[in-house]
């Protein structure tokens, strides 16, 4: 919840901008929180881990907005950084843009990355047992 003159706000700020269409405050929230991102992903990648990978490497890290087309509160266009190697169960380095592909697919993957055996993910029409290209288990 953030804060105004001294009193608890129901909605973030990023929602107020995102209503109001002001672009340059939506752009200095996502570069902070995108900055606040890269600074754990550095913490990670710098740390060795028992088996002698980087605690990133051996992660997944899965970051992503509350919203697509924020104005509109679309799923539409969901970002999304999958970030680590999960233990060598995910390549890295890839860049996809699906504007109508089912956002259950990342969940999906990020599972099975995991190691987690399950037949779908989903629910309400959005279930699948894709997974992204970049999975190799």
Request: with cysteine; net charge neutral.
């Given at each position: 919840?953030?804060?105004?003159?001294?009193?608890?706000?129901?909605?973030p700020?990023i929602?107020?901008a995102?209503?109001?269409?002001?672009?340059?405050?939506?752009?200095?929230?996502?570069?902070y929180?995108?900055t606040a991102?890269?600074?754990?992903?550095?913490?990670?990648?710098?740390?060795?881990?028992?088996?002698?990978q980087?605690?990133?490497?051996?992660?997944?890290i899965?970051?992503?907005?509350?919203?697509?087309?924020g104005?509109?509160?679309?799923?539409?266009e969901?970002p999304?950084i999958?970030a680590g190697?999960?233990?060598?169960a995910?390549d890295?380095?890839w860049?996809?843009?699906?504007?109508?592909?089912?956002f259950?697919?990342t969940?999906y993957?990020?599972?099975?990355a995991?190691?987690?055996?399950?037949p779908?993910y989903?629910?309400?029409?959005?279930e699948?047992?894709?997974?992204?290209?970049?999975l190799?288990?």
């Amino acid at each position: 919840m953030a804060t105004s003159a001294g009193r608890l706000s129901r909605s973030p700020p990023i929602a107020h901008a995102a209503h109001a269409n002001n672009h340059d405050i939506l752009m200095a929230l996502t570069r902070y929180h995108m900055t606040a991102f890269a600074k754990l992903l550095d913490k990670l990648a710098a740390e060795i881990d028992v088996n002698g990978q980087t605690l990133l490497d051996s992660s997944c890290i899965f970051g992503t907005s509350e919203f697509g087309e924020g104005f509109r509160h679309s799923v539409l266009e969901m970002p999304v950084i999958l970030a680590g190697k999960a233990g060598g169960a995910l390549d890295t380095g890839w860049h996809i843009r699906d504007p109508r592909s089912n956002f259950c697919r990342t969940h999906y993957t990020v599972l099975r990355a995991m190691g987690i055996d399950v037949p779908s993910y989903g629910f309400s029409g959005a279930e699948t047992s894709q997974a992204l290209p970049f999975l190799r288990a």
